[in-house]
């Protein structure tokens, strides 16, 4: 969570209207590259890229030189990369972002293809079957200066572009004003059109012909401009340092391209099942005793809670690895963690990078002090800021000793036999994250001004204090000079890109802070967060060897989906935030390959209203993680607290749980392939171009399309219902979509609308239950959704729900056409007693004169028929591993 402060300083940069002229003229004054020297290389060529003309040195001196390597590493990726050949520059290291296995074979029928033009220099990207371009710089001259990179694009007119995130805007991006900023920012209050917390320079373009991805691997700043009008448009990447490393990936389908980017960054991680519980969480508790009230509530109340989470409430003076003996006494969190254990629930608790630096106080402090592994100044002494404890340092990832610094720590202070026995782990404020504006001359002064730590109002333990320990400053050697970066100036650099802050170290740690192998602030600041991802992941799997870490993140990058799941920050309790609390989901969950993503249920920052947080209930049990959480100065908002919100959450907590296996089963799938856990409703209906701006409804799993209420104080939505077929989810009457927009009425505040797909069989639980651990010993039922053609199909995914490594697994297929549904099962894994208990078909014409399993007819008492929903339920009571065969007449 953010400190709710008010900020000195914070102003939109206004770029000089010298800057701005400058930049206007690129197009037309920078000379360009020619190529020259082309060879051919394996499955693609290089060649020379030579200044064309007079330098324009528009942020910095041209580089006359560059080097192209263009490579079709895939038939659906061709990588291109451009570099200085005369002095290295940075590269995002392969330890944070390990690049993708190549492509064996030699280049059959690649289904894009690299064009481009010698002189001066430019490339198209086109589709081999459509000869659509995709990609076009041609009249954008390359511009490749020590601190500044241009490369630009033609697109077509209106065209829709998703991604580029992490934002708040629309879910499809605005063609003609839009730019997206890059560079990872604590944004309390998630602005729309500013820098947040993560940085995904990956977009999609769509259109009816096909759908086709662009990643940048750069993690500097930069902004990517869109901007256009109805004559058309273009796409301008402005970065700020590191090279030109461009994959273009060939789609066609948003699934394929989903599938082909997941293979680039890193296929998501698993979550354990229990993850998929809800959550509940809140910054402000005031002691132990208030959070085994809360847990104790839920239970009152009947809505079931699946992990309770604490913030830095629990931390000694906010330090971590601590705790507070006052408020928060170990031996009573260790009591909580067991009754919760013991109810098969979990526990989860914030741990945030900055060390206060209190030697004697925080033994996490003296062991890092010893081992030399803080962020460094360029002079080699610790770089120091301002976070809850006060003043602080942050942990180097890029230290050698860092990973088994930070394991130790863990060890140590989540000790199941003598510590706090936590079940995951919250990271947050890892952007990183500061109090203290730049040039923060004086952060213990700052801390005091702010009142860092807040006191509370017990007096501190006696604590014996022991000596602090190893304040020797290591120095930094000549590793250092490892990357001649070629940047002049790293703190103001001359391109200034649209942070929302007026200095890139403003709250944050400076551009000019060292790693311990060389790389600087300034390139690896928006890899911070996704290294104490990994480093935390690690930490994890050495506390609890083959489980699956359960590990939630504020900050991330490209491929943190691989190690991590992440929250969207701290949104408000306004129907804003709610609205666009889809778009934000949906560009983690379908883009960016970070499946386990939801926003704070009810709002975070200000005060909720019941309607509000009933609404967001439901609306939560929709996003695959499922937390409600606010801040220290707003109202209480657990789900018990008011009966509307109650009702609400347990209605879509039933829905949730019976759908939950479906939905783990569509989150192994993204494991395995890539395939998007949510999707967009153009993800399913490509060539409907009424869908592509839709970012109110969504789909959770390919099958269940979900349609919240969107606005206040209404009980009725507008929807878009593709041509296709639909059922509710409750009552199972059929619906037949036309390709138009329908009003729903008298949607309670106890309700979501949710729909079936035609084409589905979904397998559910028969019935919720109060902890997923009770949930895994309900039987099934089967739903099975005919689409236009009578047709429907399904897949079901059991496993342990928590090895990281599976020894056996069960896999179930379901198949339904021509009035017949067969059910297929393989794998070994020991599914205990569970059975089937019933199949329901919907979408009939009437009741079904004759019903066979297995080719015996089924007694009609049996059978229980629907005739409002013209349905049918019959008993079939059949063990999981069962083969078998439903027919009707
Ligand atoms: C680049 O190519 C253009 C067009 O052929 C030519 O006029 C120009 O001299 C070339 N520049 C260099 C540096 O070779
Ligand atoms: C694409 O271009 C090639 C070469 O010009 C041509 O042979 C082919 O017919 C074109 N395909 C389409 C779909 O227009
Ligand atoms: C690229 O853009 C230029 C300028 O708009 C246009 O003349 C050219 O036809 C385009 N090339 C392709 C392959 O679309
Ligand atoms: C933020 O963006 C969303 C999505 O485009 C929009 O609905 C909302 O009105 C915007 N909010 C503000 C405060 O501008
Ligand atoms: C584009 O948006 C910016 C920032 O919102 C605004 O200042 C500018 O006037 C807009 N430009 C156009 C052409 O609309
Ligand atoms: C090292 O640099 C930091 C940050 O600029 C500065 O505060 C500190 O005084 C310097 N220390 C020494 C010993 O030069
Ligand atoms: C880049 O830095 C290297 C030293 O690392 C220096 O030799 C070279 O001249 C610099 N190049 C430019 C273009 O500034
Ligand atoms: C939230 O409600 C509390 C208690 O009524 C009040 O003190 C606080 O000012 C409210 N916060 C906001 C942002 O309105
Ligand atoms: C919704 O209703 C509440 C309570 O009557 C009222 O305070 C609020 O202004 C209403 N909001 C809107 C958007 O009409």
């Known amino acids: 969570m953010t400190r709710l402060m008010t900020l000195k300083n914070v102003a939109l940069i206004l770029s000089s209207a010298l800057l701005a002229a400058a930049q206007q003229n690129i197009d037309t004054q920078c000379p360009g590259y020619n190529a020259t020297n082309v060879s051919n290389i394996r499955n693609g060529f290089k060649a020379d890229l030579v200044l064309a003309g007079n330098a324009c040195n528009v942020y910095g001196t041209d580089i006359p030189k560059l080097s192209l390597t263009v490579t079709y590493e895939t038939d659906n990726r061709i990588h291109m990369k451009i570099i200085d050949p005369a002095n290295s520059r940075y590269e995002v290291p392969e330890s944070v972002f390990p690049r993708p296995s190549s492509w064996g074979g030699t280049r059959t029928s690649p289904n894009i293809k690299f064009n481009y033009v010698k002189a001066p220099f430019s490339f198209t990207i086109t589709r081999s079957t459509t000869n659509e371009t995709l990609f076009n710089t041609t009249g954008f001259p390359l511009v490749f200066e020590p601190q500044y990179l241009r490369v630009k694009t033609s697109l077509p007119a209106r065209a829709n572009i998703y991604g580029l995130g992490e934002h708040t805007n629309s879910f499809r991006l605005p063609p003609g004003n839009t730019t997206r900023t890059m560079w990872n920012r604590d944004a309390y209050g998630v602005a729309n059109e500013t820098n947040l917390y993560g940085d995904h320079p990956i977009y999609f373009e769509h259109r009816t012909t096909g759908t086709r991805g662009v990643f940048l691997l750069n993690s500097n700043g930069m902004d990517v ?153 360029p002079n080699g002494t610790n770089f120091e800021g301002l976070v809850w404890p006060g003043v602080t340092v942050w942990p180097d990832w890029f230290n050698p000793k ?123 600041h928006n890899l911070y967060g996704t290294m104490m991802s990994t480093a935390t992941r690690e930490a994890l799997l050495t506390r609890r060897p083959g489980k699956r870490p359960f590990v939630i993140t504020r900050s991330t990058f490209a491929g943190a989906g691989a190690k991590v799941g992440k929250w969207l920050g701290d949104n408000l309790s306004t129907w804003d935030h709610y609205r666009n609390s889809i778009a934000g989901m949906l560009g983690f969950a379908s883009i960016y390959q970070v499946p386990e993503v939801g926003s704070d249920s009810c709002g975070f920052g200000g005060n909720t209203t019941e309607t509000l947080c009933a609404r967001w209930a439901t609306l939560g049990a929709f996003n695959p993680f499922y937390r409600n959480h606010n801040g220290d100065t707003s109202i209480s908002q657990e789900f018990y607290r008011w009966p509307t919100v109650a009702q609400a959450a347990r209605n879509a907590i039933d829905m949730r749980y019976r759908l939950l296996d479906y939905f783990y089963t569509a989150l192994h799938q993204a494991h395995v392939d890539g395939t998007p856990v949510l999707q967009p409703l153009w993800y399913q209906y490509p060539t409907d171009s009424n869908t592509f701006g839709i970012d109110l409804q969504f789909l959770f799993g390919e099958s269940v399309l979900v349609s919240p209420v969107t606005q206040e104080n209404v009980t009725d939505v507008s929807i878009y219902l593709p041509n296709d077929y639909f059922y509710d989810f409750k009552s199972y009457t059929f619906i037949n979509g036309t390709g138009s927009t329908t009003q729903l009425t008298n949607v309670a505040y106890t309700d979501i609308p949710v729909y079936i797909r035609g084409g589905a069989v979904l397998p559910l639980r028969v019935s919720s239950a109060y902890t997923t651990k009770q949930l895994r010993q309900k039987d099934f039922e089967l739903v099975v959704a005919p689409s236009k053609s009578g047709q429907a199909s399904g897949t079901l995914y059991i496993d342990d729900g928590e090895s990281l490594e599976q020894s056996s697994t069960y896999t179930a297929q379901y198949t339904y056409k021509d009035r017949k549904l067969t059910v297929k099962s393989q794998g070994n894994y020991n599914v205990g007693s569970l059975k089937y208990r019933n199949v329901r078909i919907l979408g009939l014409s009437g009741r079904p004169n004759n019903i066979s399993l297995n080719g015996q007819n089924v007694a009609s008492n049996m059978v229980q028929y629907n005739d409002t929903s013209k349905s049918v339920s019959v008993n079939v009571t059949q063990p999981l591993k069962n083969t078998f065969t439903l027919k009707w007449s």
């Open 225 to 377: 401009k869109l901007r256009g009008d109805d004559n058309g448009g273009s796409l301008e990447y402005n970065v700020i340092g590191g090279i030109l490393d461009f994959y273009f990936l060939a789609g066609p389908s948003p699934i394929e391209l989903s599938k082909q980017y997941a293979k680039l960054v890193g296929l998501p991680a698993e979550i354990p099942y229990w993850g998929l519980g809800l959550h509940q969480c809140r910054y402000g508790y005031q002691n132990y005793l208030e959070v085994a009230q809360v847990v104790a509530n839920y239970s009152a109340a009947n809505i079931p809670l699946e992990t309770m989470w604490t913030d830095i409430d629990y931390m000694y003076e906010r330090l971590v690895f601590t705790n507070d003996p006052n408020y928060f006494p170990m031996a009573r969190m260790r009591e909580i963690v067991s009754d919760l254990h013991a109810r098969g629930q979990q526990y989860i608790v914030m741990v945030d990078p900055a060390v206060g630096v209190k030697p004697g106080v925080s033994t996490a402090y003296d062991r890092g002090q010893a081992l030399g592994i803080w962020m460094k100044n």
């Open 402 to 524: 860092t990973q088994a610094y930070w394991t130790n720590e863990f060890a140590l202070f989540f000790n199941p036999e003598t510590g706090l026995n936590v079940d995951g782990i919250w990271i947050d404020m890892n952007e990183p994250a500061s109090f203290c504006e730049y040039p923060c001359a004086n952060p213990s002064a700052e801390a005091s001004s702010q009142n860092l730590p807040p006191s509370r109002t017990s007096p501190p333990p006696d604590k014996t204090a022991s000596l602090p320990i190893g304040t020797t400053i290591p120095s930094l050697t000549a590793s250092l000079l490892k990357r001649g970066s070629n940047y002049t100036d790293v703190l103001n650099p001359p391109y200034a890109i649209g942070n929302v802050l007026p200095h890139l170290s403003d709250r944050t740690a400076f551009t000019n802070v060292v790693h311990a192998n060389g790389l600087i602030e300034y390139d690896t």
